[in-house]
């Protein structure tokens, strides 16, 4: 089984400033990755498919990149509607969730 | 647009079987692989398992001995059962879509989950 390690557990920033998260598995998924944003009483939202590719709707503000073991979502200025809990999320024989980061208003 | 909508008992019994029903709208049921997953404060998002357009599954191994998926492609519906459930089982469940190129990767569209509890 493949573990995801997400980081930090919690990011506390401004609207503005820049967040990034990071994503690290216990094995090579190649570029088998995508990201999702859940708010509180919704469903998760995939934001970013395969590494970097960001799903449509997605503002370009969100970025990402990684292969192989590390990755990395980039959200460049911060909006209030960002604050919310982000997950990656890998596929391999089956699909495994990382525990997630929240990131919330400093 | 694709919208997926869930229901089912949301309140169950130690050793009783959770079942689980979600129909697709709006879109394609084939070729697409469509999956269950849920979410508690304990564990996170577990991935239950995905069964695809032609009725082929793949469960997750801690699951599989309890977990049963089948479609109804007449109707575009997936079903969930989970038999013998104890208190562990209890969390949001939620259906979605799969969607990739050659492998399916990632969840596009979900369900707007339901709460299951177990108490006794």
């Known amino acids: 089984e493949i573990v995801l390690t997400q980081s930090p557990a919690t990011l506390s920033l401004s609207p503005g400033e820049r967040a990034t998260l990071s994503c690290r598995a216990s094995?090579?998924?190649?570029?088998?990755l995508a990201w999702y944003q859940q708010k509180p009483g919704q469903a998760p939202r995939l934001l970013i498919y395969d590494a970097s590719n960001r799903a449509t709707g997605v503002p370009a503000r969100f970025s990402a990149s990684g292969s192989g073991t590390d990755f990395t979502l980039t959200i460049s200025s911060l909006e209030p509607e960002d604050f919310a809990v982000y997950y990656c999320?890998?596929?391999?024989?089956?699909?495994?969730f990382g525990q997630g980061t929240k990131l919330e208003i400093k | 647009q694709v919208q997926l909508q869930q229901w089912g008992a949301g309140l169950l019994k130690p050793s009783e079987t959770l079942s689980l029903t979600c129909a697709v709208y709006?879109?394609?049921?084939?070729?697409?692989?469509w999956s269950w997953i849920r979410q508690s404060p304990g564990k996170g998002l577990e991935w239950i398992g995905e069964i695809g357009h032609s009725g082929s599954t793949n469960y997750n191994p801690s699951l599989k001995s309890r977990v049963t998926m089948s479609l109804d492609t007449s109707k575009n519906q997936i079903s969930l059962n989970l038999k013998s459930v104890t208190a562990a089982d209890t969390a949001v469940y939620y259906c979605?879509?799969?969607?990739?190129?050659?492998?399916?990767?990632?969840?596009?569209?979900w369900g707007q989950g339901t709460l299951v509890t177990v108490s006794s």
């Open positions: 709006g879109g394609s049921f084939s070729p697409f692989h």
């Open positions: 999320q890998q596929r391999s024989n089956w699909y495994s």
């Open positions: 094995q090579s998924v190649t570029n088998y």
């Open positions: 979605a879509r799969e969607s990739g190129g050659i492998l399916y990767t990632r969840f596009d569209f």
